[in-house]
C-alpha cells in the first residue's frame, strides 16, 4: 500500500509563498498523473493541479499563474511551489494520484495565509 506524505505547510501573509512537498512510499507515483488538492473546513476536497507522468501541467483557475507544480519520479516526490497567496488559499493540502480509486489519503499539510 502506499503511503502520502506531506509537508511544508505554514502560516505566511498575504503576498507570500510556500513550498510544499509530497513523499510517496514505494514506487507509488509511478506511473500515474499526480495531483495536489486541497479542503476548507466544512468544503468539499478541490483537485487544484495537477501532472502527468510526461509533465504536462494542469491549474484549476483559482491557483493558475500562482502556482507550480513539479514532480521527482526517481525519488518519488512531488512539489507545489505556491506564490502570491492569498487568504482564500488557506486549506489542508493533500497529494494524491488523480486516477481513481486514490491512494489512502494522508494527513495533510495546513496552509494559513493570513496578516
Known amino acids: 500500500q502506499v503511503q502520502l506524505v506531506e509537508s511544508g505547510g505554514g502560516l505566511v501573509q498575504p503576498g507570500g509563498s510556500l513550498r510544499l512537498s509530497c513523499a510517496a512510499s514505494g514506487n507509488g507515483f509511478a506511473p500515474y498523473t499526480l495531483a495536489w488538492y486541497r479542503q476548507v473546513s466544512g468544503k468539499q476536497r478541490e483537485l487544484i493541479t495537477s501532472i502527468s507522468i510526461k509533465n504536462h501541467t494542469h491549474y484549476a483557475p483559482p491557483v493558475r499563474g500562482r502556482h507550480a507544480i513539479s514532480r521527482d519520479n526517481a525519488k518519488n516526490t512531488m512539489n507545489l511551489q505556491m506564490n502570491r497567496l492569498k487568504p482564500e488559499d488557506t486549506a489542508v493540502y493533500y497529494c494524491?494520484?488523480?486516477?481513481?480509486?486514490?491512494?489512502?489519503w494522508g494527513r495533510g499539510t495546513d496552509v494559513a495565509v493570513s496578516s
Open positions: 494524491n494520484r488523480e486516477n481513481s480509486p486514490p491512494f489512502t
